[in-house]
């Protein structure tokens, strides 16, 4: 599949229902989730052909760094609690700044393969996260921002950081 495929509203609306479908589901899911008070806690809950979920819990304060997905698209749906994502995006003269939105429960955020974004837990409750990926996650690469430019500090490969 190429990286077109992947941007098509086709592909990235289905995958934003499945996430819708899977988070509105939690007795399909074949575990409880857990949260740990060190770091998010995270399990693979399935892998289909050509996609795959994750269940995701997060304490207040606890985040993501800036990440893309490796060329892969994909959605998220806030099963309990609220986030808020920190989207990069050209500022003024084309520097790189932040947006933040936030999601509550119920609320499935679909985006594309080049998509680069931090979610952190502001809020004072505990939140869970569904996550659906397509292709399934082979890499991400971790940013950080830094005089309006985004900088690499590490790629991630799957079966070795996660």
Do not use: C, K
């Not at 950080?144 to 950081?161: C, F, N, P, Q, T």
Request: proline share 5%.
């Amino acid at each position: 599949m190429s990286a077109l495929d992947l941007e098509t509203p086709g592909r990235v609306g289905r995958l934003r229902d499945i996430a819708r479908h899977v988070s509105a589901a939690p007795e399909s899911w074949g575990v409880t989730p857990r949260f740990d008070p060190v770091s998010r806690w995270y399990t693979r809950l399935f892998a289909a052909a050509d996609h795959e979920a994750w269940l995701l819990t997060w304490l207040p304060g606890q985040s993501t760094d800036l990440h893309d997905h490796g060329g892969s698209a994909g959605a998220f749906a806030v099963v309990a609690g609220e986030l808020t994502e920190e989207t990069v995006r050209a500022g003024a003269g084309g520097a790189a700044v932040l947006r933040s939105a936030s999601f509550t429960a119920g609320d499935v955020r679909p985006f594309g393969s080049q998509h680069v974004h931090r979610i952190v837990n502001a809020s004072a409750g505990p939140a869970i996260s569904l996550h659906v990926y397509g292709p399934a996650l082979t890499q991400m690469t971790r940013y950080r921002l830094a005089d309006g430019a985004l900088r690499v500090l590490e790629i991630d490969r799957a079966g070795v950081a996660w």
